[in-house]
T-cell receptor, first 113, second 113 residues
C-alpha cells in the first residue's frame, strides 16, 4: 500500500530563515506528487505539484520542491520564510489512475516575526 | 468563485444521532472526495466518487455512507454517530486526472458527545 511520511511534525523558524520540509513516499510505480498548505482557519490550497519533466518544480509564494526518484523523496523548500508562511503543510502522493491522494501526517510551521 | 461549498460549517451531535454533510462544486468536475482530518494523522480518504453514479471506499469508510446525487453534489452520511467520528471533514473535487489538483471546501467541524 502507498504511504507518505513527513518527518518534521512541528517546525519553528525565525523570519528570513531557510525552510526544508521532508517528504518520503513508498510506491514503486509512477507517481504524482503534491504539496498543499492550510493556513489557519482556511481550507487546503495547492502549493505545487510534480507529475513529469523537470524534477525541480516551483510553486506559489516562492516555494519549490525537488523530486528525487532514487530516494523516494519530494522535499519542500523556501529560501527565506515570512511570518505569513505560518501554516500546516501536507505532502500527498497519487500512484494510480483514480486521482485519489494519500496524505502525509502534516507539518506545522510556525514563523516567528 | 464559489468552488467547493460545504454545509454545515459546525455541528454538535449526540452519540447515536444521524446527520448528512452536504458538498457541492461548481467547477464541472467529475471526481469528488470526502476526507477526515485528525491531529497528527493528516487527511484520510473516507469515500470518493470518480464520476456521477459511482462511489468507492477509501481508507476509512466504516460508519459512513455517501451519495453522489448528481455531478455537482456529493453527500456524506453518518447513520449512528460515535465519538470516534469527531473530526474535521473536508470535501474536495478534481477533474479526475491523476495529476489534476484537488480543490477543497472550507470543512465541517463535527463534534460527537
Amino acid at each position: 500500500a502507498q504511504s507518505v511520511s513527513q518527518h518534521n511534525h512541528h517546525v519553528i523558524l525565525s523570519e528570513a530563515a531557510s525552510l526544508e520540509l521532508g517528504c518520503n513516499y513508498s510506491y514503486g510505480g509512477t507517481v504524482n506528487l503534491f504539496w498543499y498548505v492550510q493556513y489557519p482557519g482556511q481550507h487546503l490550497q495547492l502549493l505545487l505539484k510534480y507529475f513529469s519533466g523537470d524534477p525541480l518544480v516551483k510553486g506559489i509564494k516562492g516555494f519549490e520542491a525537488e523530486f528525487i526518484k532514487s530516494k523516494f523523496s519530494f522535499n519542500l523548500r523556501k529560501p527565506s520564510v515570512q511570518w505569513s508562511d505560518t501554516a500546516e503543510y501536507f505532502c500527498a502522493v497519487n500512484g494510480d489512475n483514480t486521482g485519489k491522494l494519500i496524505f502525509g501526517q502534516g507539518t506545522t510551521l510556525q514563523v516567528k516575526p | 468563485n464559489a468552488g467547493v461549498t460545504q454545509t454545515p460549517k459546525f455541528q454538535v451531535l449526540k452519540t447515536g444521532q444521524s446527520m448528512t454533510l452536504q458538498c457541492a462544486q461548481d467547477m464541472n468536475h467529475n471526481s469528488m472526495y470526502w476526507y477526515r482530518q485528525d491531529p497528527g494523522m493528516g487527511l484520510r480518504l473516507i469515500y470518493y466518487s470518480a464520476s456521477e453514479g459511482t462511489t468507492d471506499k477509501g481508507e476509512v469508510p466504516n460508519g459512513y455512507n455517501v451519495s453522489r446525487l448528481n455531478k455537482r453534489e456529493f453527500s456524506l452520511r453518518l447513520e449512528s454517530a460515535a465519538p470516534s467520528q469527531t473530526s474535521v471533514y473536508f470535501c474536495a473535487s478534481s477533474d479526475g486526472r491523476p495529476h489534476g489538483p484537488q480543490h477543497f471546501g472550507d470543512g465541517t467541524r463535527l463534534s460527537i458527545l
